[in-house]
């Protein structure tokens, strides 16, 4: 969505750790001695620094006068005693997209590696709080480098911390030596040049293009941006750094140009798949579902998943897979329709004002003479309108700017009315006589309020939980008006924008803010909240959904509060932004807009009222699923499912959707079924599944390739099954090793050429010559099994059992072993002598 407003909250996490920690520097934090830095000019900038380094819990000291070093602040990544290897280490961070070097100190001789030089310690301790978003996870400390003997040097030195107060010192001992020695070049190949800057980093080495694109990117007028990093790249791969390729993607993202954004995301991947931090591998999932490619956004969100780590994300990814393709299924159960009213520029944030108006917001300038242009994404500032509702048609008629009272040079959107509508809530920019903005430059949002009197909107004041160091915005009440929610980044926040909520209290004051939590917010963006006396709807892109913002409801319980989190569907929803929704539960009407392709400009409002529908089954008894390739995890198409009954009786069969997707209905309540799954060179895979009363049961499949069995150890090629099992002292088949045997039969009647040799083996306990002679026994049974399943007995150069001679532990009767231990020597072989 390209609106500034929802815009603007994309950046909130940028600058969210850099402005939590100033609060933090009002509590009484005590300092580190041993890492003090001296400083008479600066002593209070020093205390400063130093209350944020504790508060984040980051290290740090201070050198005076090392020569090649810049006054500032360097992260420091480890400290060595040599100076070996180091330059292969800083080749490999700057690839990453690190400015980094290395020094020595004449004082220890000690070598300490850094990542990045910053003149400013906001921006030091901000990159190391975020993990350089997410590029290094490994401990770091601050130096902060005094030089041009400013200060006197005998004092210096006394500061320096001793080698023994360092190797005692287990929070700097960072960067492992042996780490170091990965992609090692010779000495005399580096040169000093590469040791302090990277080329692709370095902006002495940047086009003037990229430069200027950089510039107008720090001002988040990411419009013109794009425009620019476009230009740059076009010349060729040479500017396809990774910084560069991450900002023109970004450009383009912030201004949900997915179409754009995909492509410098996708080029990002291709290049630097292994530095790509969680966030950049989220961002590009997510583009990948705004031009609708569902099954390799699927893909990548797992991999995202993965460097989030954890078995319980793992089964939420499974789970999640299961409502999108839910979703995809779903039948649409609206009308929608394209409002009159819409320009080329922005149009959202519609509300109910009294019965026959409503107020929205809207970047269309209506002025003659006044053309101003926010650089965000180059359309005028917003304002807000007011329009007369034709009740049938539901269109916006008669549009006039709200009240001046209001409506400022800069941007008002997203209003709230009280039940009397004789007051007003709405969003504003940080606004006085001028734009104010706060240490880092950012002008945040704001929630103001105006009362009427006689039938006019006085001056608005700000709420008083607002703050210049966040932002505050998108506010919604209450049917009673007792409740105000918002979105904000303050402090508290689980995501990038989080939506909260106050008391609002007789005599007009606000109660202290209170996340809803993690049922309705994640971490990522929660966005205009909506609340009538029957549900909460907002939007989102952080809980499943179909590509960008997505519009969710969760009906609430004045015991249990809010209940489940569920998606719209479409056609509200769509693979691009759709929000600000607002509804009438009596009649099922109402607004909501999108930037989805087929409007008339960048964010539409849509009208929608409710699809009558025929009559709904009483009772829903069904097994649905998804087939996918167990080691991709690609998506299955025309695999075919059969449903069998519990005597494997065939009731039905159907070939899954391009999507991978199969369902079986009208099937009887609480009874169990079988499914088998067949396809081309796959396994078969064969699982039970039970309805449930009145349910859709979801079952997924994972297919494995039948080569995939094929591997090479120790330069022997191997069929990889699970181990074939015997019983203490047995040679018989058991039904597991049966299932597993099955598998390889498969795998040679694909591969009709293949010959094996089989080796059977014993655990120690028993006699050498009577272990020997068992084993052959296993050997001889495995192979008759196979040969049982229709295997060409030519096929089978021998079958021979190695009793306890290649014992696979050490439970060699030497040492006491478990049941289990002396259990995994029991095991038949299977080595490929010709394919």
Not at 360 to 384: E, G, H, V
Not at 767 to 787: E, G
Not at 823 to 829: D, F, T, V
Request: overall charge negative; hydrophobic content about 35%.
């Amino acid at each position: 969505m390209r609106s500034v407003l929802n815009l603007f909250f994309l950046v909130f996490i940028v600058f969210a750790q850099a402005q939590g920690f100033q609060d933090e520097l009002q509590s009484d934090v005590s300092n580190n001695n041993d890492y003090s830095i001296v400083s008479v000019a600066e002593e209070n900038d020093k205390k400063d620094f130093q209350r944020a380094a504790d508060a984040l819990s980051i290290p740090y000291r201070a050198f005076h006068d090392i020569e090649n070093t810049e006054n500032g602040y360097y992260v420091i990544a480890g400290t060595f005693s040599k100076d070996k290897n180091l330059k292969s280490q800083i080749k490999k961070f700057n690839r990453k997209g690190f400015e980094a070097g290395y020094f020595q100190n004449p004082q220890n001789l000690l070598y300490y590696l850094y990542l990045n030089h910053y003149t400013s310690w906001e921006e030091a301790l901000n990159e190391c709080s975020t993990g350089f978003d997410n590029r290094y996870d490994d401990e770091v400390w601050v130096l902060k480098m005094i030089n041009n003997n400013i200060y006197n040097k005998t004092e210096a030195v006394s500061e320096l911390p001793t080698v023994a107060e360092i190797e005692a010192t287990s929070t700097l001992q960072t960067t492992p030596v042996t780490e170091l020695e990965t992609e090692a070049i010779p000495v005399e190949e580096v040169s000093y040049e590469m040791l302090t800057s990277s080329k692709d980093n370095d902006p002495a080495f940047k086009s003037k293009l990229i430069k200027r694109a950089d510039e107008y990117f720090d001002k988040m007028w990411y419009a013109e941006a794009a425009k620019i990093y476009e230009q740059a790249l076009s010349k060729g791969e040479k500017a396809y750094t990774y910084d560069v390729l991450k900002k023109a993607g970004d450009a383009h993202y912030f201004n949900t140009d997915m179409e754009n954004a995909y492509k410098w995301y996708n080029i990002l991947y291709t290049k630097y798949e292994s530095d790509m931090s969680s966030d950049y591998l989220f961002k590009y999932a997510h583009s990948l579902k705004g031009i609708g490619n569902y099954k390799r956004s699927k893909r990548l969100l797992k991999l995202y998943n993965r460097k989030l780590a954890g078995e319980e994300i793992t089964k939420n990814t499974e789970r999640n897979e299961i409502v999108l393709d839910g979703l995809l299924r779903m039948e649409e159960k609206y009308d929608i329709n394209n409002l009159s009213i819409n320009s080329k520029y922005s149009e959202f944030s519609p509300m109910y004002y009294g019965n026959e108006e409503m107020v929205y917001a809207s970047a269309k300038d209506s002025s003659i003479f006044t053309s101003r242009k926010y650089k965000w994404n180059n359309q005028p500032y917003l304002d807000l309108f007011v329009a007369k509702v034709n009740e049938e048609s539901q269109d916006f008629k008669d549009a006039i700017k709200f009240s001046k009272k209001i409506n400022t040079k800069y941007h008002e959107a997203s209003v709230a009315f009280s039940p009397d509508n004789e007051t007003m809530y709405f969003t504003r920019n940080n606004y006085g006589k001028k734009l104010k903005r706060d240490k880092n430059g950012i002008n945040h949002l704001k929630i103001y309020r105006s009362k009427k009197v006689n039938n006019e909107w006085l001056e608005a004041e700000e709420v008083s939980f607002n703050s210049d160091n966040y932002s505050t915005g998108h506010p919604a009440l209450s049917p009673d008006g007792k409740l105000l929610y918002f979105v904000s980044d303050m402090p508290g926040s689980i995501g990038d924008t989080d939506i909260f909520v106050v008391d609002v209290l007789e005599d007009g004051s606000f109660s202290s803010p209170r996340n809803l939590g993690p049922e309705i917010n994640t971490e990522h963006k929660e966005m205009f909240p909506f609340i009538n006396d029957k549900k909460l709807y907002f939007s989102s892109d952080g809980h499943v959904g179909l590509g960008g913002l997505d519009v969710f409801e969760v009906a609430f319980d004045d015991e249990a509060g809010f209940l489940e989190v569920h998606n719209l569907g479409k056609p509200v929803n769509s693979s691009k932004d759709d929000f600000s929704f607002i509804v009438n539960e009596e009649s099922q009407k109402g607004y909501f807009a999108s930037n989805r392709d087929g409007g008339k400009g960048d964010d539409d409002i849509y009208s929608f009222k409710t699809l009558e529908v025929e009559e709904i089954p009483t009772s829903i008894n069904a097994i649905s699923g998804i087939v996918t390739e167990l080691i991709t995890g690609d998506l299955m198409p025309n695999a075919l499912v059969e449903l069998l009954d519990e005597n494997n009786i065939k009731l039905k069969e159907m070939e899954t959707d391009e999507n991978g997707n199969f369902i079986f209905e009208d099937l009887d309540a609480d009874t169990r079924y079988v499914l088998k799954t067949t396809k081309g060179s796959y396994f078969d895979d064969t699982r039970e599944a039970a309805t449930k009363d009145n349910e859709i049961v979801n079952v997924d499949i994972s297919m494995r390739k039948l080569n995939d069995m094929i591997a090479v150890e120790n330069g022997i090629k191997k069929l990889k099954t699970e181990m074939i099992h015997f019983d203490f002292d047995k040679s018989y088949i058991r039904d597991d090793a049966a299932v597993e045997l099955n598998k390889l039969v498969e795998v040679m009647t694909d591969s009709p050429d293949m010959v094996i040799k089989i080796e059977s083996h014993t655990d120690s306990r028993g006699a050498a010559v009577y272990n020997k002679y068992l084993s052959d026994k296993r050997a001889k049974s495995t192979r008759d099994y196979i040969i049982s399943q229709g295997i060409d007995p030519s096929r089978i150069q021998s079958a021979i059992g190695y009793g306890e001679e290649q014992l696979i532990n050490d439970c060699d009767g030497t040492v006491r072993c478990t049941e289990e231990q002396h259990y995994l020597n029991r095991r038949s072989e299977f080595i490929i002598i010709d394919m």
